[in-house]
C-alpha cells in the first residue's frame, strides 16, 4: 500500500481529528455524560470506570465503550500504571482541533485559483500547509480534488513522466499514486511515459 493510499484509508495521524467529528461524538446522550464525568473527576490516579459509571449513571461496559472512542479521538487519555492507571479528560484537542481547522481555511490553495467557495471549501478538507494531506474516499470529493489537480496541466502539451512527477510532487510526495489516480479517472492521457490532459475543469 501506497503512502497516500495509507492516508486515503486512516487519514493524517499528525493532523487533530476534525472538529465536527469531536462534538458528533459527544453529541450521543451517554458518552455525553460519561465525558462530563470525566472532566469533573477530581481523581489524581484518573478516573476508573466504575467511579465514572457510578457519577453518571452509565452501565460501566458503556462507560469502558465511550473511553475507547475518546481514545481514538484523543479527547481522553489513560494514564500510565505509574501514574496510576487510570483515565483522564483532553478536552484541550477540541479546542486545538478547532484553532487547526480555522486555520486551514485562511491557508491559500497551493495550485491554481479557485473562485468557487463550495468547491475552495472541498479542497480545504484536504489540504494543509499547501500540502493534499489524502485523497478523499467519497467520490464526489474525490473527484474535485482530482479536477483541482489536473489544473496544473495546460491542455494540448505533452508532459514527460519526470515532469508529471514533479509537479505532483508539489503536492504530495508520494506523486507515482496521485498520477495513477488521475489516469484511472481519465483527466490524464497517458502512452510511452508521456503525459496530457483528457479532462477537467479549463478554471475553477
Known sequence: MT?????????????????RRLIALLADPVRLRVYSALVLSRSDNGAQPPDLSEACG??????VRALSRFEEVRLAARLTPEEGDGWRATPETLRTA?????????EPLPGPGVSDPQTA?????FFSRGRLTHVPLAHAKRMVVLDYLAQSFEPGVRYPETEVNEILGKFHDDYAALRRYLVDAD?????????????GSVGL
Open 3 to 19: 503512502t497516500i493510499e495509507a492516508m486515503t484509508a486512516h487519514g493524517s495521524e499528525e493532523q487533530f481529528p476534525d472538529p
Open 58 to 63: 452509565v452501565p460501566v461496559r458503556d462507560v
Open 98 to 106: 478547532t484553532e487547526a481547522s480555522a486555520r486551514q481555511r485562511e
Open 121 to 125: 471549501a472541498v479542497l480545504r478538507g
Open 187 to 199: 483527466f490524464l492521457g497517458r502512452s510511452e511515459n508521456y503525459y496530457w490532459r483528457t479532462g
